[in-house]
T-cell receptor, first 116, second 112 residues
C-alpha cells in the first residue's frame, strides 16, 4: 500500500535560517503529493501540492519538487520566520483511477519551532 | 466564506454513551472524509464518501459509523465509545477529480 516517511523532528531553527524537511513516499502509479501545515490549535491547511513528476509546488516562500526518480517531495524555505512554527505533514493521494484516489496518506508530521 | 465546520469542537464523554460529531461543508464538494490524529501516528483515515449515499471504510473504521444523506453533511457516529477512541478528529472535503482536501478545525474527544 501507499506510505509516506517524513523526517523526524522536532526541528528547531533560528529566524532567517534555511529549512528542509525531508519526505519520501511509496506508491504505485502517479500519486499527487502535498504538504499540509497545522498551526497550534488549528486544523490542517493545504500549503502546496504537485500532481506530476518534476512539478514544483510553492506557496508563502515554501517550495517542494516532485521527484519521481527518488520518490521524494522535500519541503524547503530559504528564510524561516517565527510565524512558520507549526507541524508540517507530507501526504500523498493515489492516482486517478486507482482504488486509493482521493484518500490522503500522511506522514507522521514534523514539528518546526523557529526562535527569534 | 468557504469552509468545513465541525461540532462540537471539544467533547468529554463516558464509555458506551453514543455520540455524533457533525461535519458540514459549503463548497459543494463531492468527496468527504474523516481522519483521526494521534501522537506518533499522524493522521489516519476512518471513513470516506465519494458522494451522497456512497461511503466506504478507510484504514481504521472499527467502532465508527458514518452516513451521507446530503451532499454537505457527513456525520461521524460512535455508537459505543471506548477510551481508545480518545483522539483529535478531522473532517475534510474535496472536489471530485482533484485530490486536494480542505480540513475542518478538529474535534477533540476524550472518552473516560
Amino acid at each position: 500500500g501507499n506510505s509516506v516517511t517524513q523526517m523526524e523532528g522536532p526541528v528547531t531553527l533560528s529566524e532567517e535560517a534555511f529549512l528542509t524537511i525531508n519526505c519520501t513516499y511509496t506508491a504505485t502509479g502517479y500519486p499527487s503529493l502535498f504538504w499540509y501545515v497545522q498551526y497550534p490549535g488549528e486544523g490542517l491547511q493545504l500549503l502546496l501540492k504537485a500532481t506530476k513528476a518534476d512539478d514544483k509546488g510553492s506557496n508563502k516562500g515554501f517550495e517542494a519538487t516532485y521527484r519521481k526518480e527518488t520518490t521524494s517531495f522535500h519541503l524547503e524555505k530559504g528564510s524561516v520566520q517565527v510565524s512558520d512554527s507549526a507541524v508540517y505533514f507530507c501526504a500523498l493521494s493515489g492516482d486517478a483511477g486507482g482504488t486509493s484516489y482521493g484518500k490522503l496518506t500522511f506522514g507522521q508530521g514534523t514539528i518546526l519551532t523557529v526562535h527569534p | 466564506e468557504a469552509q468545513v465546520t465541525q461540532n462540537p469542537r471539544y467533547l468529554i464523554t463516558v464509555t458506551g454513551k453514543k455520540l455524533t460529531v457533525t461535519c458540514s461543508q459549503n463548497m459543494n464538494h463531492e468527496y468527504m472524509s474523516w481522519y483521526r490524529q494521534d501522537p506518533g501516528l499522524g493522521l489516519r483515515q476512518i471513513y470516506y464518501s465519494m458522494n451522497v449515499e456512497v461511503t466506504d471504510k478507510g484504514d481504521v473504521p472499527e467502532g465508527y459509523k458514518v452516513s451521507r444523506k446530503e451532499k454537505r453533511n457527513f456525520p461521524l457516529i460512535l455508537e459505543s465509545p471506548s477510551p481508545n477512541q480518545t483522539s483529535l478528529y478531522f473532517c475534510a472535503s474535496g472536489r471530485q477529480g482533484t485530490s486536494a482536501q480542505y480540513f475542518g478545525p478538529g474535534t477533540r474527544l476524550l472518552v473516560l
